[in-house]
T-cell receptor
Framework: DAKTTQPTSMDCAEGRAANLPCNHS???????VYWYRQIHSQGPQYIIH???NNETNEMASLIITEDRKSSTLILPHATLRDTAVYYC???????????FGAGTQVVVTP | EPEVTQTPSHQVTQMGQEVILRCVPI?????FYWYRQILGQKVEFLVS????????KSEIFDDQFSVERPDGSNFTLKIRSTKLEDSAMYFC????????????FGPGTRLTVL
């Protein structure tokens, strides 16, 4: 079973920041948090991952709380193309599988 | 930018027939995975493959399923005798195997079993 909890859905206005929360209260010290998204029925697309420090790349920022029990994915300027299901995943082993939950359906509106 | 490719994009087959889904992982990647997603459901892990052998498999991956890396580029998933419930999107993924690097997913093959 997935080790994360995410809201089922959220809306975001185009051009605004989208803040997607994720709870992972049972995360262990060496487990990473990954974010993927899936647009319609396409293959999941990697967004970002982190262990305990905040991370930023060209797609998004990842804020992990100090106790590592939750994190927030930030899409700084949401566009209509960011409409997708976003998955927060705790990865147990570096070589191991990704366990997908139901994710958060994000709808970006004009 | 390198990407994982999968063929065919859509496969229609009759129940009981064998199907082979093909994937070309990113060059120089060492770890390979198959996942599936039944319509409207979660993405589910099937199997991982490294160093020419299965490293982990799920309960879904029973004796009807097999994987193979027949040459240096292809990675295949075979379903020996398809069932109606095998209808799903099948995604291949690969990763380089450097630290906690990410898995890259292909676009998927839609399998329809009639």
């Amino acid at each position: 079973d997935a080790k994360t909890t995410q809201p089922t859905s959220m809306d975001c206005a185009e051009g605004r920041a989208a803040n997607l929360p994720c709870n992972h209260s049972t995360i262990s010290g060496n487990e990473y948090v990954y974010w993927y998204r899936q647009i319609h029925s396409q293959g999941p697309q990697y967004i970002i991952h982190g262990l305990k420090n905040n991370e930023t790349n060209e797609m998004a920022s990842l804020i992990i709380t100090e106790d590592r029990k939750s994190s927030t994915l930030i899409l700084p300027h949401a566009t209509l193309r960011d409409t997708a299901v976003y998955y927060c995943i705790v990865r147990v082993e570096s070589w191991g599988k990704l366990q997908f939950g139901a994710g958060t359906q994000v709808v970006v509106t004009p | 930018e390198p990407e994982v490719t999968q063929t065919p994009s859509h496969q229609v087959t009759q129940m009981g027939q064998e199907v082979i889904l093909r994937c070309v992982p990113i060059s120089n990647h060492l770890y390979f995975y198959w996942y599936r997603q039944i319509l409207g459901q979660k993405v589910e892990f099937l199997v991982s493959f490294y160093n020419n052998e299965i490293s982990e498999k799920s309960e879904i991956f029973d004796d009807q399923f097999s994987v193979e890396r027949p040459d240096g580029s292809n990675f295949t998933l075979k379903i020996r005798s398809t069932k109606l419930e095998d209808s799903a999107m099948y995604f291949c993924a690969s990763r380089a195997g450097v630290g906690w690097d990410e898995q890259f997913f292909g676009p998927g093959t839609r399998l329809t079993v009639l």
